[in-house]
């Protein structure tokens, strides 16, 4: 499945960028992160956050960098039993750590109550999006800092990605068909 245009949004400049990539940011995510076979909900989802990045002024390098803190994030709740990364309800869960990226990351990040209107207004009320963002953060230890060395392979992967490049898995050096 691929990131589709909602109707509408072919006027928007920064809608047609953002879906040009997204849709192989998702597949790059989705292979850092271990899960190469989204739902197609959670794919969605995904692509909608990257395009929502874009229309709001994210530039590549921020979105890169989000992005790789957020797999870091989501390849260690991974591990916890609290937390299943599957289904349509991990696209809401790689959201939501892509907000708690952006948020330790960027001195004017996006605030929730934003993130809630255009992503998740259909299906949850900004207190269970609140709720469940302090659940994640709780599960980090409070504690969004991740070591140089976690993401930079990440990022480089993701930047080469917006670029056309191959795609280097991170850590592996194999290239990626995506």
């Known amino acids: 499945s691929n990131c589709q245009s909602r109707e509408g949004s072919a006027s928007r400049p920064s809608t047609q960028v953002s879906l040009r990539f997204a849709n192989r940011l998702v597949n790059s995510v989705a292979e850092f992160t271990g899960m190469p076979k989204l739902d197609p909900g959670a794919r969605d989802l995904l692509c ?3 395009a929502f990045q874009v229309q709001m002024g994210s530039g590549t390098e921020d979105i890169c960098t989000t992005l790789s803190h957020a797999c870091v994030y989501a390849s260690e709740l991974a591990l916890s039993p609290d937390f299943q990364l599957q289904g349509p309800e991990v696209g809401n869960i790689m ?12 001195d004017d990040a996006l605030p929730l109550h934003q993130w809630h209107s255009h992503l998740f207004k259909k299906s949850c009320s900004i207190r269970a999006l609140n709720l469940a ?7 980090r230890n409070y504690n969004l800092r991740v070591e140089h060395g976690r993401i ?3 990022y480089m992967s993701l930047v080469a990605v917006c670029w056309g490049l191959p795609l280097r898995r991170a850590g592996s050096g194999k290239t990626i068909d995506i």
Do not use: E, G, P
């Not at 959201?95 to 960027?106: E, G, K």
């Not at 963002?133 to 599960?139: E, G, H, I, P």
């Open 48 to 50: 909608r956050a990257i």
């Open 133 to 139: 963002t302090m659940r994640l953060l709780k599960s």
């Open 152 to 154: 930079n392979a990440h």
């Open 95 to 106: 959201v939501m750590l892509i907000f708690l990226a952006d948020s330790w990351l960027q």
